[in-house]
């Protein structure tokens, strides 16, 4: 399992490398760019980002966390809300891997996010396929980006926002993985949304390709000695009870598979929201 850190701010990443003694890559997103420091201060001084100066300023944290990490994988996301189409989102992708040898393209996983994440796949460029809520959504990533090689995508379920609406997330990843048990193994699946060192380590502990964790839990896991679960940890899988079934079969077109999702509508209107938060509009 690789190790990865969800925020915005270089002097975290910095601190977490030299806490743990490694991190493999780390998660950006609109909200965390607008809790960045610098990007905060700008707005409180009344002194917002032009349309092309966010841009500008998302690309040398980029740049700077690439500096910080060359050999991990740097996830940019993709500005989109319901009207941004798959030919935006392609020209923003297209835009990022340019800043960095090492991104990873984040989209939603909506239509427009799928279309785009199909094609960048087939120009060779990566994926880090978001607002990932259900198996369904897991299926289509999977059918949308096949012929990618292993490494190219990356699939993000967002555990704590399903936990925050009373239902399981990290039962979410045990059922992807164990669907994905019958697959190339092309898509690795991201555990996103972590909030707690249970969800760390019971991610740990299933087995999950990467988890991506904020900064305050990879310090208190660092403080508390790296611990790895072992075979009678409450989550070890040996002690849950078993998936019943295999899931989806993963031969559909990506476009048979439902994959709307209300979390993902509201976590794309939470994205744009933030991120618009940081525009003066009328620049
Ligand atoms: C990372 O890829 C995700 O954007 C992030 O983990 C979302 O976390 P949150 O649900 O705490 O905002």
């Not at 990007?39 to 700077?64: D, M, R, W």
């Not at 990490?69 to 989102?89: N, R």
């Not at 990932?132 to 995508?153: D, H, I, L, N, W």
Request: aromatic fraction near 8%.
């Amino acid at each position: 399992t690789r190790i990865f850190l969800d925020g915005a701010d270089p002097e975290e990443t910095r601190q977490v490398l030299k806490a743990l003694g490694f991190l493999d890559g780390q998660t950006t997103n609109p909200s965390l760019i607008a809790k960045n420091p610098a990007a905060q201060a700008h707005k409180v001084a009344g002194n917002k980002f032009s349309g092309t100066a966010i841009y500008e300023f998302y690309k040398e944290l980029c740049q700077e966390l690439a500096a910080l990490l060359p050999q991990g994988s740097i996830s940019i996301e993709v500005y989109g809300d319901a009207k941004t189409t798959t030919e935006a989102m392609l020209t923003q992708a297209r835009q990022f891997d340019t800043w960095i040898k090492n991104a990873h393209i984040k989209l939603p996983t909506t239509a427009a996010g799928l279309e785009a994440a199909s094609v960048l796949v087939g120009e060779g460029r990566r994926v880090n396929m978001t607002l990932v809520f259900s198996q369904e959504q897991a299926a289509a990533v999977y059918a949308a980006t096949k012929g990618a090689r292993r490494g190219a995508v990356f699939l993000s379920p967002f555990i704590g926002r399903l936990d925050d609406r009373g239902e399981n997330g990290m039962d979410l990843i045990r059922h992807i993985l164990r669907m994905y048990q019958a697959s190339d193994g092309h898509v690795e699946v991201l555990t996103a949304s972590v909030r707690s060192m249970e969800h760390l380590l019971c991610a740990l502990s299933i087995g999950s390709d990467i988890i991506t964790a904020p900064y305050k839990l990879l310090m208190a896991w660092a403080e508390a000695g790296i611990p790895i679960p072992g075979p009678d940890y409450a989550y070890a899988p040996g002690n849950l009870a078993p998936i019943p079934d295999e899931g989806l079969p993963l031969d559909k077109p990506w476009q048979e598979y439902a994959i709307g999702h209300p979390l993902t509508d509201s976590g794309m209107v939470k994205f744009s929201e933030d991120w618009n938060g940081l525009i003066d509009m009328s620049s």
